[in-house]
């Protein structure tokens, strides 16, 4: 079992940056792959981004490639999503995940946090 838990969501003006961590509990964190989502009003829940249990090579979606990066620190247990040039079509509810296997989709994901709150004032 795992428990996640987000942090970091808060109102920010376009062009500006925020960072998102997502703490885990448990002995295993390192086996999981996490992924950051996100679910804007009235819209499906769209995979953001997935970097591996070992901390390698990560994967974003192309609508925020180049301006979010996603680390982790496994001796922490966090999971970090860095947002950069945000504009106001990234908000957002964002999540944390963490999956056994690997993938975008979110049903590849066993785990979820309760999301956090982004929101990109023009």
């Known amino acids: 079992q795992v428990q996640l838990v987000e942090s970091g969501g808060v109102l920010v003006q376009a062009g500006g940056s925020l960072r998102l961590s997502c703490a885990a509990s448990?002995?295993?964190?390192?086996?999981?792959?996490m992924g950051w989502f996100r679910q804007a009003p009235g819209k499906e829940r769209e995979f953001v981004g997935r970097?591996?249990?070992?901390?390698?090579?990560?994967y974003v979606a192309d609508s925020v490639k180049g301006r979010f990066t996603i680390s982790r620190d496994n001796a922490k247990n966090t999971v970090d999503l860095q947002m950069n040039s945000l504009n106001p079509e990234d908000t957002a509810d964002y999540y944390c995940?963490?999956?056994?296997?690997?993938?975008?989709?979110?049903?590849?994901?066993?785990?979820w946090g309760q999301g956090t709150q982004v929101t990109v004032s023009s």
């Open positions: 970097i591996p249990g070992s901390g390698g090579s990560t």
């Open positions: 995940a963490a999956s056994r296997s690997y993938g975008s989709s979110a049903y590849r994901y066993d785990y």
């Open positions: 448990g002995r295993t964190f390192s086996s999981y792959t």
